[in-house]
């Protein structure tokens, strides 16, 4: 009689994720810019992203601006320095325009970039690396990993903290900053969850980090700069947003 040949010791191996890289000569990356009154800044940042050395298609969704935001995006158009311009026909937030400029991208990564100057394309590079190389399928960038940042409001990094850490609870992740703008996700990925975004304002956030969690995306997070605005440059986030956060944390991981 054969004697039974002992069961293998299972092994890491056996249950890691493939690496998934994407060739950085071959892709393409779609930039999502939801603008709502920008003028002053809107044409500084999509030269910015232009300047960016790799191939890529700038979307730009206005969110209904009444300050003349559409007149320089559509200048932007008319001169070839954006590819795609969308305008809400209502005000219906950074969310809604965000999920909207994900509707229309074909990119092979996408990334979410502010028209606001406080986020810096030059980061670009650590941020995407991770997906490039094939071990993340989203990357975080963290305004409090040691970045070079502007000093502003201390209880907006209490609330961001806050926000980050009840999050963190609901999804089982261990994110530094939750809030962060810069969040950059495999295209096809992030297409996939675009039907089942509902958040309109800055629930965007905590839904698209509630949704990847959900996804079982490995999420890689890195230090980036940030450059702050204060009220009086235009920033438009406020407190009533930081509480109506909480909900959005909790309806998007329990309810959803």
Same mark, same amino acid.
């Given at each position: 009689m054969?004697?039974?040949?002992?069961?293998?010791?299972?092994?890491?191996t056996?249950?890691?994720?493939?690496?998934?890289p994407?060739?950085?000569?071959?892709?393409?990356?779609?930039?999502?810019?939801?603008?709502?009154?920008?003028?002053?800044? /809107?044409?500084?940042?999509?030269?910015?992203?232009?300047?960016?050395?790799?191939?890529?298609?700038?979307?730009?969704v206005?969110?209904?601006?009444?300050?003349?935001?559409d007149?320089?995006l559509? !200048?932007?158009?008319?001169?070839?320095?954006? &590819?795609?311009? +969308?305008?809400?026909?209502?005000?219906?937030?950074?969310?809604?325009?965000?999920?909207?400029?994900?509707?229309?991208?074909?990119?092979? /990564?996408v990334?979410?970039?502010?028209?606001?100057?406080?986020?810096?394309?030059?980061?670009w590079?650590?941020?995407?690396?991770? #997906?490039?190389? %094939?071990?993340?399928?989203?990357c975080?960038?963290?305004?409090?990993?040691?970045?070079p940042?502007?000093?502003? +409001? +201390?209880?907006?990094?209490?609330?961001?903290?806050?926000?980050? #850490? +009840?999050?963190?609870?609901?999804?089982?992740?261990? @994110?530094?900053?939750?809030e962060?703008c810069?969040?950059?996700m495999? %295209? &096809?990925?992030?297409?996939?969850?675009?039907?089942? @975004? !509902?958040?309109?304002? *800055?629930?965007?956030?905590?839904? #698209?980090?509630a949704?990847?969690?959900?996804?079982?995306?490995?999420?890689?997070?890195?230090? #980036?700069s940030?450059?702050?605005?204060?009220?009086?440059? %235009?920033?438009? /986030?406020?407190?009533?947003?930081?509480?109506?956060?909480?909900?959005?944390?909790?309806? *998007?991981n329990? *309810?959803?």
């Amino acid at each position: 009689m054969t004697p039974l040949t002992p069961p293998r010791p299972r092994r890491p191996t056996d249950v890691m994720r493939p690496r998934t890289p994407l060739d950085p000569a071959a892709v393409r990356l779609s930039v999502l810019i939801p603008v709502y009154n920008e003028r002053e800044t /809107i044409d500084l940042i999509v030269d910015q992203v232009r300047a960016a050395p790799m191939a890529k298609e700038i979307i730009c969704v206005d969110d209904c601006s009444s300050d003349g935001t559409d007149e320089v995006l559509e !200048t932007l158009l008319a001169n070839g320095a954006i &590819d795609q311009l +969308y305008r809400q026909p209502t005000n219906m937030g950074k969310g809604a325009a965000t999920r909207k400029a994900l509707s229309m991208s074909s990119g092979d /990564i996408v990334i979410v970039q502010d028209a606001d100057l406080e986020y810096d394309p030059a980061d670009w590079p650590v941020l995407l690396e991770p #997906i490039l190389d %094939g071990r993340a399928d989203a990357c975080f960038g963290s305004r409090f990993l040691g970045g070079p940042h502007r000093v502003l +409001y +201390y209880w907006h990094s209490v609330g961001n903290a806050l926000l980050t #850490i +009840y999050s963190n609870m609901l999804t089982n992740l261990n @994110l530094t900053d939750m809030e962060t703008c810069y969040k950059a996700m495999r %295209g &096809d990925l992030a297409r996939s969850l675009v039907p089942k @975004l !509902t958040a309109n304002r *800055f629930g965007f956030e905590p839904e #698209i980090t509630a949704r990847l969690a959900r996804a079982d995306a490995r999420i890689f997070e890195v230090p #980036i700069s940030y450059s702050g605005r204060t009220y009086a440059e %235009g920033k438009k /986030i406020g407190w009533r947003d930081g509480l109506a956060a909480f909900w959005h944390i909790t309806r *998007f991981n329990l *309810f959803s």
